[in-house]
């Protein structure tokens, strides 16, 4: 392995980010939500977000705590939100509160709830794939004022893989976080599936297999943001109260859009799901640090 150090600062791509992430442009959904059901959700919400890597449905009213506890453990294995920097914010120890209340912050574990865009990036992306979650189950308490304000936005896999020169991909699936065994880039049932998520203008420390050049992993990593950032790939969750998402995080990236107010008035609930095949360590043996990475 051979240590690389990228900074992925550009003004190019800081234009690009810039154009997707800023706020003011409204994006489509794939498809409008229908009215459902509780007990009828996920078979509504699973199949379309192995399609389309995200999926929504509309329910009479938002789920009780402990409904969208048991809701998400039908999925797999809802994640326990040990992390002290979110703590205060999680409810029955793995439903995380989404509440946008903070100012614009450099601080990645406050990044969900402040002001700013969040980039864009598959959930816990850095992490052994073993506690990697599949799912993210999100439901809507509350909307946010204006609808153009803090978007979740979705990019899926199969359009930012068609984007990307065959060379990149390769070189892709030979890249992996600095200490990962994971590379970037992989292949499942036929499908290129990513665990990336957009440095922004920080350093991106990868680990490289031999014979991978320091030219080779600027090129591919390059190629992975601009690939990333193209508003025709992008959609976004028309949020409402009572909205159940599902996003599949081996289908597609994930974001926030930037708000023009500190206080949107939006309140989401998440559960990250590790699904039966790879469970996930009980609170007292995982001692997560980061939030969303």
Known sequence: MTEHVVILDSPELAAARSRVLAPGHRYPFPSVPRRTSPAQALAELVPAASADGVAAVRLDSPLRPEEFLTLGEALGDPVFETAPAVRQRVTAGRILNLVTDTPDTPDIDQQPFAAGWLLVHSESSARPLT????????????????????????IPFDRVADRLDPADLTTLTRLRYRGARHPLARVEEGRTVFSFRDPGPHPLVLDADPGVTAQEVRAAVTALCAAVHHTETVSAVPWQPGLLVLLDNHRAFHGRTRSST?????????LRIVTHANRHPTPQTDRETRSIR
């Open 131 to 154: 506690r990697q979650p599949r799912y993210l189950l999100f439901q809507c308490l509350f909307a946010a004022a204006s609808p153009a304000d803090a978007q979740t936005i979705v």
């Open 262 to 270: 500190q206080a949107t008035g939006r309140h989401l609930q998440r």
